[in-house]
């Protein structure tokens, strides 16, 4: 009996494995195919090109894209630099002790605070307090601390995977160790933090929530870009015009237009992540 048991457990867990992952697969092939179908007749270079009018029931995305791309260029420029040298400080140089452990701690805890909580900090702190008002940069600065913790555990991970023993061969000839860890270490583990990266941007380019209190706009008709004005973003344009637009029947060609456009940057930014890694993986080959 016990080893009948043993034989179906293996075959129960991949069961259960493969029923769960065709389940995601299929609720996805859904989702995606009705927006595909109803969306691909409104997507052209004219979309894409020209600015919403008419309070949005005509028009393009143009000045949801430039916007989304401003924040995304601003996340990056925020969050990156600041990560990438936090996980470097705490894999090579902190001792592993219990304050070190804790701000491990604290940092994956961050990971799972709701998007929405961040929104509401961006507002309290960078909007009211730091007195930037509703703003692209209150708005990228926000997203900067949402994407912090991201970016840090996923660099110190790309960190662990060196092995100790490329960090001691370049200390034996003679390395310090900063020259150990920025001419070996750092470009060894480049894959994959630079693949922990692009998906934290990409992800970071389609939340709705912090971009709701800190600066995100229902409808301008402009593509000025100015760090200090409020702007349009594919999430929350998409948001506006499924939701809250007094015309939603009217607009409804123009959401599933917009919802595509949005899937379709983040893809590419998805297929950068991996073209990154299978890039490096084959030069290391």
Sequence with gaps: MQLKFKKLTPIVEWGTLLLTTGLVCFFLFVILYDIITKGWSVLSWEFISKLPTQGMTKGGVLSPIIGTVLLTLLTAVFSIPFGICCAIYLNEYAQNNWLTRTIRASIRNLS?????????????LFVQAMSLGTSILSAGLTLGLL??????????????????????????????????????????????ILTGVVLTLSRAA???????????????NSASGAMNQEFMALPYH???????????EEVRPIAYG????????????????FYIRYKYRKNDQ
């Design 112 to 124: 799972g605070v709701p998007s929405i909580i961040y929104g509401l900090f961006g507002l309290a």
């Design 258 to 273: 917009t919802a595509l456009v949005l899937i379709i940057v983040v893809f590419l930014m998805n297929l950068t992540a």
């Design 238 to 248: 998409l948001y506006m015009l499924s939701t809250q637009h007094q015309s939603i």
């Design 147 to 192: 994407s912090l913790p991201y970016i840090i555990t996923t660099t110190e991970e790309a960190l662990l995977r060196i092995p100790a023993s490329t960090r001691e061969a370049a200390l034996a000839v003679g390395a310090t160790k900063f020259e150990s860890i920025k001419d070996v270490v750092l470009p060894s583990a480049l894959p994959g």
């Design 206 to 220: 389609g939340e709705t929530a912090p971009i709701l209190f800190t600066g995100a706009a229902f409808y301008i």
